[in-house]
């Protein structure tokens, strides 16, 4: 049983680029969450997705968007790219109860992104 | 800006000895999450905590949820080197509000 994938692994981008990242969920996991992680902090949620719509949004600019296809895996986008995007980017996987965070959340490896 | 705060931020201890580690929040939380990340991966969920009061027992690991549902432990015995990572605490509420983390180092 595969557990959360992303890809990819890392990433380097220039300032003002574009960049998708991709995530799959756990098999039989129907929510995706997305977290932005910057060198010595901790996790800050970004948005989550259930039922191919963001249900709910962290404090972050409409820069970064998102989307659900129908077999729950999930893309992040983010435009205009800043030098303080760079990050490790975390997608996380639950289910049960149209999403919400009270469930068990299984993250991803991650994505490292570095803007120049 | 991260609204939990755990302490210590780092703490470097021999095998075998007990540790302790704290997230403190002035916000109410529905559920409370510990998670251990090593470097390259993504956090491990350890344990979720939803009652306030409630102990949850992992092995040599203790959990406890603060009465308010504010704050929580995380208490090792008899740490071991394969303890080492950056432990995580994370509230849930409208969202998920992860603290900066303590990290453990257990040498042998």
């Known amino acids: 049983d595969a557990g959360v994938t992303q890809s990819p692994t890392h990433l380097i981008k220039t300032r003002g680029q574009q960049v998708t990242l991709r995530c799959s969920p756990k098999s039989g996991h129907d929510t995706v969450s997305w977290y932005q992680q910057a060198l010595g902090q901790g996790p800050q949620f970004i948005f989550q997705y259930y039922e191919e719509e963001e249900r709910q949004r962290g404090n972050f600019p409409d820069r970064f968007s998102g989307h659900q296809f129908p077999n729950y895996s999930s893309e992040l986008n983010v435009n205009a790219l800043l030098l303080g995007d760079s990050a490790l980017y975390l997608c996380?996987?639950?289910?049960?109860?149209?999403?919400?965070?009270?469930?068990?959340?299984?993250f991803g490896p991650g994505t490292r992104l570095t803007v120049t | 800006t991260q609204l939990l705060e755990q302490s210590p931020q780092f703490l470097s201890i021999q095998e075998g000895e007990n540790l302790t580690v704290y997230c403190n929040s002035s916000?109410?939380?529905?559920?409370l999450q510990w998670y251990r990340q090593e470097p390259g991966e993504g956090p491990v969920l350890l344990v979720t905590v939803v009652t306030g009061g409630e102990v949850k027992k992992l092995k040599r690991l203790t959990f406890q949820f603060g009465d308010a549902r504010k704050d929580s432990s995380l208490h090792i015995t008899a740490a071991q080197p394969g303890d080492t990572g950056l432990y995580l605490c994370?509230?849930?509420?409208?969202?998920?509000?992860f603290g900066a983390g303590t990290r453990l180092t257990v040498k042998p």
């Open positions: 994370a509230g849930a509420h409208n969202d998920m509000r």
């Open positions: 996380a996987s639950s289910s049960g109860l149209a999403g919400g965070f009270t469930y068990e959340q299984y």
């Open positions: 916000s109410v939380f529905s559920s």
